[in-house]
């Protein structure tokens, strides 16, 4: 089972050494608006299918969201230690939500 940490060691190894023919170095070639074009249509397939009972085809639409955010993310130089480094100092924080006027814990 490959974890989204690993995801991102193969998409790096993708960028820097590119597949001719593959998906990810099509992205990588086609650039930064390609991707970004990809996770809003992705990211619109993962409402839709939140939307609806299959639990098979919202599982399928956010692993292919989490594959584009995270070859953005390479795109960006962006590690996923940074992401859970933001993540972690969140940790405890108190926000109020403007729409319920409630305080809440991240």
């Given at each position: 089972?490959q974890?989204?940490?690993?995801?991102?060691?193969?998409?790096?190894?993708?960028?820097?050494?590119?597949?001719?023919?593959?998906?990810?170095?099509?992205?990588?070639?086609?650039?930064?608006?390609?991707?970004?074009?990809?996770?809003?249509?992705?990211?619109?397939?993962?409402?839709?299918?939140a939307?609806?009972?299959?639990?098979?085809?919202?599982?399928?639409?956010?692993?292919?969201?989490?594959y584009?955010?995270?070859?953005?993310?390479?795109?960006r130089?962006?590690?996923?230690?940074?992401?859970?480094?933001?993540?972690?100092?969140?940790?405890?924080?108190?926000?109020?939500?403007?729409?319920?006027?409630q305080?809440?814990?991240?």
């Amino acid at each position: 089972m490959q974890d989204l940490d690993e995801l991102y060691q193969l998409i790096l190894e993708r960028k820097n050494n590119p597949e001719k023919g593959s998906y990810t170095d099509y992205l990588f070639t086609k650039g930064l608006d390609k991707i970004l074009k990809k996770i809003g249509e992705e990211a619109t397939e993962v409402v839709v299918a939140a939307k609806n009972p299959s639990d098979p085809d919202f599982i399928l639409e956010m692993a292919d969201l989490a594959y584009h955010v995270e070859v953005l993310m390479a795109e960006r130089g962006i590690t996923p230690d940074q992401i859970k480094q933001e993540l972690a100092s969140r940790e405890g924080k108190k926000s109020i939500t403007r729409d319920r006027k409630q305080i809440k814990e991240w």
